[in-house]
Nanobody
Framework: QVHLVESGGGSVQAGGSLRLSCAVSGYTSKFCLGWFRQAPGKEREGIAQFDRDDNTRYANSVMGRFTVSKNNAENTLYLQMNSLKPEDTAVYYC?????????????????WGQGAQVTVSS
């Protein structure tokens, strides 16, 4: 059983930065890790992930502003968010997917954290 717990959400003004952390336990190398977000009234969308070769992939909407990283020794996944915009306001989730699914298909990811609210004001 994979268990994920996010931390680090909050409120920030446009142009500011936040870093999200996700403590992960119970997963193996057969899983990939990623970040998703869901804004009010919108579908959950993938924004960053590690693929099966441990390469990173980003959604166009966050490319160049967000950076995903991980510390394998501490079993922690991070999302550094810079140059935040009001449209980045959402609940952010970390997730683990067996067999490394694409972040384009959130429903293929089996395990999810509880979510962290990020609010960006203009």
């Amino acid at each position: 059983q994979v268990h994920l717990v996010e931390s680090g959400g909050g409120s920030v003004q446009a142009g500011g930065s936040l870093r999200l952390s996700c403590a992960v336990s119970g997963y193996t190398s057969k899983f990939c890790l990623g970040w998703f977000r869901q804004a009010p009234g919108k579908e959950r969308e993938g924004i960053a992930q590690f693929d099966r070769d441990d390469n990173t992939r980003y959604a166009n909407s966050v490319m160049g502003r967000f950076t995903v990283s991980k510390n394998n020794a501490e079993n922690t996944l991070y999302l550094q968010m810079n140059s935040l915009k009001p449209e980045d306001t959402a609940v952010y989730y970390c997730a683990a997917g067996f067999g490394c699914p694409s972040m384009d298909w959130p429903r293929q990811w089996e395990y999810w954290g509880q979510g962290a609210q990020v609010t960006v004001s203009s």
